[in-house]
């Protein structure tokens, strides 16, 4: 018997590239993520993102809770922004039961949003300088930050994870300081905001690692379905809280901040601006704010028709949609999130390719990824 | 020449936005009133948590050691995670009937989330959240707490006797 044995090579790197890991416990992802690298000498060739390190089957578990009780399990998604997302809950159990909510209680579901906006674009902005190596930034931004999570400490009882916005408007009416502490913090974070300037926006490091790094063109925002502050950084118009208005913001005027450059400098400046809007926006409300009524009465036990219900609310990242389907039951049949930050994530690998793997860090901030959000 | 001067002025512009930025964090530097940051452990007399606060689920007793728990469950029940556990048990009132009435209301701090469904829920205001926020324990067991004293009763029952 005879035989031929060829030998083969199997190449795993093939042309010289070098797979490197960045994560799951990397300091500038901001939980667990791990990125796959693929590198030629020192630029990056492909990215490949690899989530579900804090997947905790949220969706499922919302098949086995009732819908007051998944307010406590949206908080845990994207925590920088959980007034939205209890936010979102609530409006599309509200739409499937054709509840009108009390004014007032618009009004603050509102301005909490705001301001948690608020809060979560300076966290952002202190964890990226201190991404880019600029470690002060990270104390400034934590300052202003701490009197926005007085506010709802005051209120909800809690400082991140709030649980405050249910089904029918909110848990109790807010706290007597709530208005005079919001426009203390206005007027304060009016004179700090020029600070965040001319501490990182105008510095010469600053602007050079991040002017052209990381382009992303108005077609591929859309075809990715990158929303928000990132989404809007390339032009693309995609605010909800414009198109689609919801509780109080067809009331008052909303300006939509839009750059066209598509680079991580314009998705910085964009959240800079969105800072001013929201201040203009809760400037706006405070006024609007009539004296009672915080909660619409509901039953004891919320039973939705059975039908599909759609409800999009604009986090601070992005667009959170929630699709929901009942089957006239205590808790819903299934419940589905559409999480912006997933989106977001999975451009990555277009905005890094041809970078050097310095700039991927610069990248990867200028997203805001939260990632529980991702996995969910 | 050219590309020579224009290497100064960039030069020139680093410098520039550097000081801008130093201007900000030395004035800080400079004034003492403007530091916020807390010294936590050394302040704990004086550190007072908000009234509405989260802390720690809580029956608030009075001095005869009543409480207005009635044991109905519906803080058990409206719990997500779990980590209420109401026991009851059968006892004569002060007209010989055979009541429900709490035996034991046990609470897994570890396991609570502070969502705050149990005291909005709560039909007769017996359980409340306190200020307290240093959780920490070195065995586990001790999170799990029994909220009503032992020999405590019904606050209604209290007044008839």
């Not at chain 1, 209680?105 to 300088?129: C, M």
């Not at chain 1, 408007?169 to 004179?191: A, C, Q, S, W």
Request: a neutral charge.
């Amino acid at each position: 018997m005879t035989g031929k044995v060829n030998k083969r090579e199997i190449l795993v790197e093939q042309n010289d590239e070098y797979i490197i890991n960045m994560g799951p416990q990397h300091p500038s992802t901001h939980g667990v993520l791990r990125f796959e690298l693929s590198l030629k000498g020192e630029t990056v060739q492909r990215v490949v993102p690899h989530c579900g390190y804090i997947h905790r089957g949220i969706e499922k578990m919302c098949e086995a809770n009732t819908y007051r009780q998944i307010i406590h399990l949206t908080d845990r998604m994207d925590y920088l922004s959980a007034h939205m997302n209890n936010e979102a809950l609530s409006l599309c159990v509200e739409k499937a039961l054709e509840i009108e909510i009390p004014q007032r209680a618009k009004i603050i579901r509102t301005i909490l949003a705001e301001l948690s906006r608020i809060g979560s674009h300076q966290l952002w902005w202190a964890a990226f300088g201190m991404d880019m190596g600029a470690l002060t930034t990270f104390f400034y931004g934590m300052r202003d930050r701490e009197m926005i999570l007085d506010i709802f400490e005051e209120t909800c009882g809690s400082r991140l994870l709030h649980s405050y916005i249910c089904p029918g408007g909110l848990m109790h009416d807010v706290h007597p300081d709530f208005v005079p502490r919001i426009k203390e913090f206005i007027t304060y974070f009016r004179n700090k905001l020029p600070e965040y300037d001319r501490l990182l926006s105008g510095n010469v490091i600053f602007t050079t690692r991040s002017k052209g790094i990381g382009k992303l063109s108005y077609e591929q925002a859309i075809n990715y379905g990158v929303t928000g502050p990132s989404g809007r950084g390339s032009g693309f118009s995609c605010d909800v809280r414009i198109h689609q208005p919801y509780s109080a913001y067809d009331l008052v005027e909303v300006n939509e901040q839009l750059r066209t450059e598509g680079d991580v400098y314009s998705r910085y400046m964009l959240r800079i601006d969105e800072m001013w809007e929201s201040m203009r926006i809760i400037e706006q409300l405070i006024e609007l704010l009539p004296e009672d009524g915080f909660t619409a009465k509901m039953k004891p036990v919320l039973k939705l028709p059975a039908g599909s219900y759609y409800q999009r609310v604009e986090t601070a990242r992005g667009e959170l949609g929630i699709y929901l389907i009942s089957d006239n039951e205590k808790s819903p049949a299934r419940l589905k999130f559409r999480s912006p930050n997933f989106s977001n994530l999975f451009v990555m690998d277009l905005l890094s390719k041809g970078h050097k793997i310095a700039d991927l860090v610069a990248i990867s901030g200028s997203l805001d990824l939260v990632i529980p959000d991702i996995d969910r | 020449m050219n590309g020579l001067l224009n290497y100064l002025k960039e030069i020139g512009a680093g410098i520039k936005t550097l000081l801008t930025g130093m201007r900000v964090t030395s004035g800080y530097f400079f004034s003492p009133k403007e530091i916020v940051t807390q010294k936590y452990p050394e302040n704990r007399d004086t550190l007072k948590m908000f009234d509405r606060f989260k802390g720690e689920l809580e029956m608030p007793h009075t001095a005869e050691n009543t409480h207005t728990c009635t044991g109905c469950g519906i803080c058990e029940n409206v719990c997500p995670n779990g980590s209420i556990q109401i026991l009851t048990h059968k006892k004569e009132n002060e007209e010989g009937k055979l009541v429900k009435q709490l035996h034991t209301h046990i609470y897994h701090l570890s396991m609570c989330t502070f969502c705050g469904l149990c005291v909005k829920n709560c039909p007769s205001d017996a359980i409340v959240f306190n200020q307290s926020f240093e959780h920490a324990v070195f065995d586990r067991q001790k999170l799990t707490k029994v909220l009503n004293k032992p020999g405590s009763i019904l606050k209604k029952e209290a007044k008839g006797l």
